[in-house]
């Protein structure tokens, strides 16, 4: 099964374990995600075309990474005025790996959450609180 979304201006077509680039979304690593502007569903059934969305479509992701392109550089000259600029730019984005596409109005499972270790920094602060007492005694 495979869908084609729409995020931060562009179309994506996905499909489910598939690993896509897009613009910089809000949310941490291990984070659940959710795209509702699906254009098209489509797999062994057949094809089902929005106009200009498929109602009750969903896609489900799960945020991996964020990161940052490569370099841009933006260079203008104007000639025979020695005048010249240079500026660099570098593009944010999100890598995510899709983990469902639903349809008919289903919601996503939190199975995805669920994996997510649990994270314990309380637990190295108090033990690092720890140690400089018992230094000093």
């Known amino acids: 099964m495979y869908a084609i979304i729409k995020t931060g201006g562009k179309q994506y077509k996905v499909a489910e374990s598939d ?11 291990g984070d659940t995600v959710s795209f509702g502007e699906v254009l098209v569903v489509g797999g062994e059934a057949g094809i089902t075309l929005g106009s200009p969305l498929v109602s009750g479509a969903q896609v489900a992701g799960e945020i991996v990474r964020h990161n940052r392109s490569a370099t841009i550089l933006v260079f203008k000259k104007r000639r025979r005025q020695n005048s010249k ?3 660099g730019h570098r593009q944010d984005h999100t890598l995510v790996r899709i983990t469902e596409i639903l ?7 939190k199975k995805a959450a669920a994996e997510k270790p649990k994270r314990a920094p309380a637990k190295k602060k108090a033990a690092a609180a720890e140690a ?6």
Request: glycine share 8%.
């Open 19 to 29: 690993t896509i680039q897009i613009e910089r979304q809000k949310g941490e690593a």
């Open 85 to 87: 600029r240079s500026r």
């Open 103 to 109: 349809t008919d109005g289903k919601a996503p499972s």
């Open 132 to 137: 400089p007492a018992a230094a000093t005694e």
